[in-house]
């Protein structure tokens, strides 16, 4: 009998892998050209119809990755300063393409028992750094679905009867608070856990853009005295803007005293609770309720992965602890019980090999020294008559500003003071530095106001990447051209 068509012979297996292997590493070469801009859109693709006949393999792997390399933002370059999105550890992408190649089933250990063991090993890594012995972790497809899963754990924990009857067994509307500066999922999953949007409550920053602790405790207080219940706030550990802070050891103090479960949004500087070198900015972490880290964020993994963390087991499960005749008969803890997915990707493993491999002394380095270059560069910008920082977070995260007047020298500059027209610029150089492919920076808004943003996260990128992202940003505040256009752009 004919094979499937789908069956390939050893030879061509293992024919296909090195040509994959070649062409990965021809793609890598190419997007950390210094030369390849960052951002490339080569060809625009029509869609074709749905193919009906057979091509060979080899020549449709060649055809992907020749088109995708020519039109894709190479977060291989050492000159993406962009959003949180690494160039991702090597040995990474191999553990991403072996959990494909053994394509375990996640769900429940009993079918899935070393892979299993592996996530949960990881995950045990994790629980260990922060002294939640009883803790549980879960691995998921970011920081998105990690914090509606510790958002849907703080409301069943607080409420056990809204697994059954929904939100209309509570005779309150729960109330949540989060930074203004805090990631947008919070108010999307407020809709998608019925909560309504009106139940996020976000509280005002300081010039550090980190949350206010004082207009939260005044919150709470208002809340309960208009009738709602509050239930839980969220403590940014590294704002998607600027990298502030939130103050977590305040806000402990403030949910033990309010009875509120405290969750920690470290997606991107959570991934420093591995660093026991810098327990000074992460220790607080250890006293809140939850926490969501994601890999594919600081500890540069491919994407996806996310991690999230409860420091009660049995606060945990008990959302998710639904039961189901199908489900083989095996060890007592199901993988499915904490999160959304059912069938489940072996996520945990390209983790596990490069921890594995490398160990933790390589991220405490690769931190330390991404800590190091944003310290200089926020130096080096201070020091120019056109530049200055607006925000101050330890992280490797800077926001700052074209000045178009002359400012007395200072180590910061309040966004409330930026004029029309340096928000037009901070707009436009962000733009045009994308669009002529010299680097990918962006803007973004901090009380208002457009600043420039970039943070340091290609563990490739040098001190002379930087110096070079400051000579090009000054050539390009130079030039009448781009000037003429920061005049058209919106602020
Ligand atoms: C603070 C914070 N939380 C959550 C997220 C969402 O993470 P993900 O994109 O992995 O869903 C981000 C993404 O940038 C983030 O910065």
């Not at 405490?364 to 200089?376: C, S």
Request: hydrophobic share 40%.
């Amino acid at each position: 009998m004919a094979g499937s068509d789908f069956s390939v012979s050893p030879g061509q297996a293992r024919r296909l892998w090195r040509l994959l292997g070649e062409l990965g590493l021809a793609y890598a070469r190419h997007a950390s050209d210094e030369r390849t801009p960052v951002l490339e859109r080569r060809e625009r693709r029509q869609p074709g119809p749905l193919p009906q006949k057979k091509q060979a393999v080899e020549r449709v792997l060649r055809h992907a990755t020749r088109y995708l390399s020519r039109n894709a933002c190479h977060l291989y370059s050492p000159r993406y300063y962009g959003l949180m999105n690494p160039r991702p550890v090597w040995a990474g992408v191999l553990g991403d393409a072996l959990a494909s190649l053994l394509n375990q089933q996640l769900a429940v250990e009993a079918h899935a028992p070393g892979a299993t063991a592996l996530e949960r090993e990881t995950l045990g890594w994790f629980l260990e750094a922060l002294g939640w012995r009883r803790g549980l972790g879960q691995f998921t497809s970011g920081g998105s679905e990690a914090n509606l899963v510790a958002l849907k754990v703080a409301l069943n924990h607080r409420w056990p009867a809204v697994g059954r009857g929904g939100l209309r067994a509570l005779r309150r509307q729960p109330v949540f608070y989060v930074s203004e500066e805090a990631h947008h999922s919070l108010e999307k999953f407020a809709d998608l856990l019925g909560l309504g949007r009106e139940a996020v409550r976000w509280i005002p920053s300081h010039a550090s853009f980190a949350l206010r602790p004082d207009v939260l405790a005044q919150q709470v207080r208002r809340d309960r005295r208009a009738g709602y219940s509050p239930f839980c706030v969220v403590g940014t550990f590294g704002t998607t803007s600027s990298g502030a802070l939130d103050p977590l050891a305040t806000l402990v103090r403030l949910c033990r005293r309010e009875r509120l479960w405290l969750h920690v949004d470290g997606a991107y500087g959570g991934a420093l609770i591995l660093s026991p070198r810098f327990r000074r900015l992460w220790g607080a972490i250890r006293r809140a309720d939850s926490l969501t880290v994601d890999p594919h964020k600081w500890l540069a993994m491919p994407f996806p992965l996310g991690v999230v963390l409860v420091r009660d087991r049995k606060a945990a499960v008990c959302p998710f602890g639904v039961q189901a005749a199908y489900v083989p008969r095996g060890a007592p803890v199901e993988n499915y019980q904490l999160g959304m997915q059912w069938s489940r990707r072996f996520l945990g493993l390209k983790l596990w090999l490069v921890l594995q491999s490398y160990g933790r002394g390589a991220y405490d380095a690769h931190f330390a020294e991404q800590m190091r270059l944003g310290e200089r560069f926020r130096g080096w910008l201070a020091a120019r008559p056109q530049f200055g920082t607006v925000s101050e977070s330890p992280l490797p995260i800077t926001c700052f500003t074209y000045c178009g007047e002359a400012r007395a020298a200072r180590r910061r500059i309040p966004v409330g003071s930026l004029t029309r027209f340096e928000q037009q610029m901070n707009l436009t150089l962000a733009e045009e530095m994308v669009r002529r492919g010299w680097a990918w920076i962006s803007a973004t808004r901090l009380h208002g106001a457009r600043v420039l943003r970039m943070m340091v996260i290609n563990y490739e990128t040098r001190e002379k990447h930087l110096r070079r992202l400051i000579a090009d940003l000054e050539r390009l505040a130079a030039d009448p051209a781009v000037r003429r256009l920061a005049r058209r752009a919106p602020v």
